[in-house]
């Protein structure tokens, strides 16, 4: 070693010697999950849940997925009239609605498009499988993640609502 690597060579140990001792004294910042819950973003993306009962099997979210993770089977009954002399009406009843979570990839189209209401983003993310198959999950699963759907956020306090499509524009 030259005198000159030498002379780099003390002043560089004990300043590498002063950060191991500063970081060693420094709390742990990571968190001993699953012990510790992690503290998550309001919007976290954890999985998709569905309100069953507002799911009118349109397939607008089954059409838009980029996906095709979304599979939606229904049948129609049939609404005696409400009334004497009225008609009868044809619903769409839903048989099965099911997300594949291996192929989804997260990005939420499927909650966007949907004109009822009946998906919403939940934080829950403790769903991971051993064997990738069972990551396709069906509306049973799907309906009790609504459970964990956090409650709407507040409007922003910035927020010109005079600029919305909603009913306050009117007003
Ligand atoms: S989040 Fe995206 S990829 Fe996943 S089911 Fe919805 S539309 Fe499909
Ligand atoms: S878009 Fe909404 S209402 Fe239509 S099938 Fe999908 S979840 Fe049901």
């Not at 919403?120 to 699963?141: C, M, Q, V």
Request: with cysteine; proline share 9%.
């Amino acid at each position: 070693m030259t005198e000159k690597k030498k002379s780099g060579f003390i002043p560089g140990l004990i300043s590498g010697m002063a950060t191991t001792a500063k970081t060693a004294m420094r709390p742990a910042d990571t968190q001993h999950y699953p012990d510790e819950k992690p503290a998550l973003p309001p919007r976290s993306r954890g999985v998709i849940a569905l309100q069953t009962d507002n799911c009118t099997s349109c397939m607008l979210c089954a059409r838009e997925c980029p996906d095709w993770c979304i599979y939606i089977d229904s049948h129609k009954e049939t609404i005696p009239p409400a009334t004497e002399g009225g008609r009868a009406r044809q619903q769409n009843v839903l048989d099965r609605f099911a997300i594949d979570f291996s192929l989804c990839m997260y990005c939420g189209i499927c909650i966007e498009v949907c004109p009822f209401d009946a998906l919403f983003w939940s934080p829950e993310f403790e769903y991971a499988e051993t064997d990738i198959r069972d990551l396709l999950h069906e509306k049973d699963r799907l309906g009790e993640w609504m459970a964990t759907v956090p409650p709407p956020a507040a409007i922003d306090p910035g927020a010109d609502l005079t600029k919305t499509d909603g009913p306050e524009a009117d007003s």
